[in-house]
């Protein structure tokens, strides 16, 4: 299959560009878009066979859900069970952006899109092209982030035609993603209406991958919201399936060093010098402050400390480049779990397989 790679304003999305990508949709196919967090590869989401293309092309195992994309908060009500209060306030406050929430799933979601949960994922994206699309191609389409499984989400249309190049008949390329991270997810599925009307909790909401949109901002709409202790506990079961794959992994071995600035900078340094004694490459991770004091093959910034948005939204290009560089170790510095940094360090500790070393 050629893959046909289209260049497509961001913000104003040309008519007849959308018409052509939305045909692709309702035909079955699979399109590659922008989001405001990272590229998706969409397919219409109430479509059983299509939704099979979206696991065939990226190799994702079938019992990993996907995210179904909507434009209206309106077109909820097709695809979920009932819509719980926190829900509305979320959407007030966050949509369309970056979270996801997941709910009870209705009839006409087919489990081929939910990898065989009773419940679904959902999110409104901040992105005009992604919208225009979603609501041009019948209103709900699923994408899961748009590269091959295991490698990290794409967060230009070049990283998509890496990972899918063949695979899929076209990509729309509105330039560099904004957040450059995956979108929260908060499940609400815990949330049931009794017989009498009534809203109960088996359990607070979770949030089960954490994102630009923090648990304290969440909890400052709907109160009380906890974190998937999966996320900490590397050995715990996570709540959303894709959090249990080891995503996000450089085909390197990559040690997160954590401690003071001046101590990881002198630790990293020297494992750089050890290696190269052996004949191997190393990669190092840092930040503008800091890249100028490493001595090692590839070294590369993700961004300034003083602005975290900044190093979320190139961690996954510089991941890959390490990749493309045939970097055989790389070390990381660790970065503040604030606001975003949280989701950032996420990934990170994923991309490591949990390897930290203290100094
Ligand atoms: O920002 C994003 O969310 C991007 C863009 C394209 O919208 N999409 C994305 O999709 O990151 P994906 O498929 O790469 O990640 C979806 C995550 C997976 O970890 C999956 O297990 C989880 O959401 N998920 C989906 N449906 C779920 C469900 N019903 N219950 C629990 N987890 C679910
Ligand atoms: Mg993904």
């Not at 063949?166 to 991270?181: H, N, Q, S």
Request: glycine share 8%; aromatic share 6%.
């Amino acid at each position: 299959m050629i893959t046909r790679i289209e260049k497509i304003n961001p913000q104003r999305p040309e008519t007849l560009q959308i018409r052509n990508a939305a045909d692709i949709l309702k035909g079955g196919g699979l399109v590659a878009f922008p989001t405001e967090t990272v590229y998706g590869l969409g397919a219409d989401a109430l479509r059983p066979e299509a939704a099979k293309k979206i696991y065939a092309a990226k190799g994702r195992p079938s019992d990993n859900p996907l995210i179904i994309h909507i434009a209206e908060f309106e077109a909820l009500f097709r695809i979920v069970k009932e819509i719980p209060p926190q829900a509305r306030l979320l959407a007030d406050a966050f949509w369309p952006g970056p979270l996801t929430m997941i709910f009870q799933k209705s009839e006409i979601v087919p489990y081929e899109t939910t990898g065989g949960l009773d419940t679904v994922a959902v999110r409104m994206p901040d992105h005009p092209a992604a919208l225009a699309l979603i609501r041009e191609s019948g209103g709900y389409i699923a994408a899961p982030s748009a590269n091959t499984s295991g490698r990290p989400s794409p967060t230009l249309a070049e990283h998509v035609a890496e990972d899918l190049d063949g695979r899929i008949p076209l990509i729309l390329d509105g330039g560099a993603v904004g957040i450059g991270i995956e979108s929260t997810i908060i499940d609400l599925s815990c949330m049931s209406k009794t017989a009498d009307g009534e809203w109960i909790a088996d359990e607070i909401p979770l949030v089960l991958r954490p994102g630009y949109i923090t648990r304290e901002m969440l909890a400052e709409v709907i109160g009380t919201v906890g974190d998937d202790p999966g996320l900490a506990d590397e050995n715990a079961h996570p709540k959303a399936p894709g959090m249990k794959y080891r995503h996000y992994a450089p085909k390197a071995e990559m040690i997160i060093v954590s401690g003071e600035r001046e101590d990881v900078i002198r630790r990293i340094n020297e494992l750089a010098e050890e290696n190269c004694q052996r004949g191997e490459k190393t990669g190092v991770i840092c930040t503008e402050e800091t890249k100028e004091q490493y001595r090692a093959d590839f070294i590369r910034s993700t961004g300034s400390r003083s602005d975290e948005g900044s190093i979320a939204r190139h961690l996954y290009a510089v991941l890959r480049e390490m990749d493309t560089l045939g970097a055989d170790r790389i070390y990381s510095e660790n970065f503040s779990a604030l606001r975003i940094g949280n989701a950032v360090m996420n990934r990170l500790l994923k991309a490591a397989g949990h390897h930290v070393v203290e100094v």
